[in-house]
């Protein structure tokens, strides 16, 4: 019988050929346009508007019911009017909170999805599906290549809001119809944004301006999908990574899974790349896996001097319902905005629900996913 020693090293071997990174960090200290890498000034970030675009993302987790109120965020970006919020409700069980919003000064539709929160069970759940499906055609998604698939469970949290958030996009430009439009959300939610992002691309008029902006995002479709988003959008689509946050680097690359252009990585506290190109190996791909073990925290940022999560959010309570009992928390309550641990909840049976729900943080997805790997570990050396 093999050691346990070399099956744990066979383990973190296999870990590694998923994340395509080593298991501990590449040196990439030299930063270059050679390499695919752009230093980002202080001004370079203002010019890109990082800081507000993360509010908006962060805003998300705190926005319910009409009222721009909710702290840091909500201050950041002042003059914003909310226009739609919808998500995590009876009518889409599936699907994370997002809210619809006008600014003024901007001229801007700011569209924003919250991502995966262990105090939201319904949103969690799609972070483990992971068998990548066709984009849904029911929605008249025009013009989608041959061959570009996507997470199915972030396709299932998106589809649950699509239509009435175009709606609501639709209603503001036929008052404004010079308004851009901004899509953005942060874990899950980053990835809901993209797909939102592209079905608005499709249905409105072909000289409305949309960017979207993702944190922390999940890889979110197969190569032909990144390559479409690339043609698509351009520098118009773009993420940022927090350090040595693991949920950007899940699903796998073995299981089909691609990142598009855009990416911004946070790589310390004094530097922020630029990055060229897909799964540039000189930025958030050269975290080795230890790191990205040991990252779960850099997943809620700062991005930028803003924080993700429920945490930040004032004037804000959350509802969930354990054993058939409704608890109330107040967002100051939350000390924790994310975990690695599973989320189990017993509900009252429903007819979608048995009596145990389950659900899974994306940092507890790359936990599994080192589980699920070692699990063929240990069963090859059985063999």
């Known amino acids: 019988m093999l050691s346990f020693a070399v099956l744990f090293f066979f383990c973190l071997a296999l870990v590694e050929r ?8 590449r040196d990439n200290t030299t930063t270059t346009a050679a390499n695919g890498t752009t230093p980002l000034t202080d001004a370079d970030i203002q010019s890109l508007d990082l800081v507000n675009i993360a509010a908006f993302a962060a805003a998300a987790y705190c926005v319910r019911a009409g009222s721009w109120d909710c702290g840091v965020a909500c201050n950041q970006v002042p003059d914003t009017q909310i226009a739609l919020t919808i998500g995590d ?3 889409t069980p599936d699907a994370p909170p997002a809210y619809v919003a006008y600014s003024q000064s901007r001229n801007q539709i700011i569209v924003g999805h919250e991502g995966t929160d262990p105090s939201q069970i319904l949103s969690v ?3 483990v599906k992971f068998a990548p499906t066709p984009l849904l055609t029911v929605l008249n998604v025009a013009g989608t290549p041959a061959g570009v ?30 308004a851009s439009v901004l899509v953005t959300g942060h874990s899950l939610g980053a990835a809901v944004s993209l797909l939102d992002a592209i079905f608005l691309k499709q249905q409105l008029p072909s000289n409305t301006s949309i960017q979207v902006m993702g944190f922390g995002r999940p890889r979110v479709g197969n190569q032909a999908f990144a390559d479409w ?23 796998l690359l073995d299981q089909g899974f691609v990142h598009a252009s855009g990416e911004i990585w946070i790589k310390d506290n004094t530097t922020t790349l630029s990055c060229a190109g897909q799964e540039n190996p ?3 791909d050269s975290i080795g896996v230890l790191d990205a073990a040991t990252g779960v925290s850099d997943h809620t940022g700062p991005y930028f001097g803003i924080d993700m999560g429920h945490a930040p959010c004032v004037n804000l309570e959350i ?17 924790t905005p994310f975990s690695t641990a599973l989320i189990i909840r017993t509900e009252a049976p429903t007819s979608k629900n048995s009596a ?14 080192a589980v699920a790997l070692c699990t063929v570990a240990g069963t090859f050396f059985a063999l």
């Open 18 to 25: 998923g994340f395509s990174t080593p298991l501990f960090r």
């Open 282 to 284: 000189n930025c958030s």
């Open 149 to 178: 698939e996507v997470h199915n469970g972030f396709q299932t949290a998106w589809v649950q809001t699509s239509t009435t958030i175009l709606d609501a996009v639709q209603q503001i430009l036929a008052q404004v119809p010079t």
């Open 319 to 335: 509802t969930t319902t354990i054993s058939g009992t409704p608890v109330t928390t107040t967002a100051a309550q939350i000390t």
């Open 229 to 251: 988003v690339d043609s698509m959008f351009g520098d118009k689509n773009g993420f940022v990574v927090s350090r040595d946050d693991p949920v950007p680097h899940v699903p």
């Open 356 to 369: 145990r729900s389950v659900g899974v943080t994306m940092g507890g997805v790359v936990a599994a996913s």
């Open 125 to 127: 759940e799609n972070d």
């Open 89 to 91: 409700d009876a009518a």
